[in-house]
């Protein structure tokens, strides 16, 4: 079984600051690890999704996630954070005989002035 | 653009009331999963089809259920709301249900139960 373990439920960063979530997975077989943004009352968009071809992936609007298979991470930064990044952010992982996703609890970043 | 729809936006209820959320999909995929979301949680998985095939989680509530007449729509019906289903309820897709599909999620729907 597979498991994703989000450390800090809300980050808050400056504008123009650095953009580090943070994500840790479980999982018993190689991993497909996703990114999602989720802005309030709409639905989830992908950011950003790992399938092995790369261990740096690069996303939308600026993000990217490193693949880092001895610390079972996969963080998501962003160089200088925008006032539009703010929102609800998920990691997710599928692996195993399972396409279905298991998400962690989300980590709300908020981007101030 | 190929999108997944849902309708509506916005669906207040009474307390025991039947109601049905709808989605479309113009993606031609073959999976399609609805999950239910609270304030400030995780998205959970309540069941997907899989073509025709439907899957049911386990701790979902039989009040729930769901039909696909076809492979652009997918219908949630929630049989009697209680005030504990007020969510948000997304809506998904997926290509092939095979390991790495990426999901793509409808702008969901906000269900009040008064």
């Known amino acids: 079984a597979q498991s994703v373990t989000q450390l800090g439920s809300h980050v808050s960063v400056s504008e123009g600051a650095l953009v580090l979530l943070r994500c840790n997975y479980s999982s018993s077989v190689p991993p497909y690890l996703f990114w999602y943004v989720q802005y309030p009352n709409q639905g989830l968009q992908l950011l950003l999704k790992?399938?092995?071809?790369?261990?740096l992936v690069k996303g939308i609007n600026g993000f990217e996630a490193e693949f880092k298979k001895s610390e079972t991470s996969f963080h998501l930064t962003k160089p200088s954070a925008h006032m539009s990044d703010a929102a609800e952010y998920f990691c997710?992982?599928?692996?195993?005989?399972?396409?279905?996703?298991?998400f962690g609890k989300g980590t709300l970043l908020t981007v101030n002035p | 653009d190929a999108m997944v729809i849902q309708n509506p936006r916005y669906q207040v209820t009474q307390f025991g009331k039947p109601v049905t959320l709808s989605c479309s999909q113009t993606l031609n995929h073959n999976v399609m999963y609805w999950y239910q979301q609270k304030s400030s949680q995780a998205p959970k998985l309540l069941f997907h089809y899989y073509d025709k095939d439907f899957n049911n989680e386990a701790d979902t509530p039989d009040n729930f259920q769901s039909r696909r007449p076809n492979t652009s729509f997918c219908f949630l019906d929630i049989r009697s709301p209680g005030l504990g289903d007020a969510a948000m309820y997304l809506c998904?897709?997926?290509?092939?249900?095979?390991?790495?599909?990426?999901?793509?999620f409808g702008p969901g729907t906000r269900l009040t139960v008064l």
């Open positions: 998904a897709t997926s290509s092939k249900g095979q390991l790495g599909d990426t999901q793509y």
């Open positions: 790992y399938t092995s071809a790369a261990t």
């Open positions: 997710a992982v599928s692996g195993g005989s399972n396409y279905k996703l298991t």
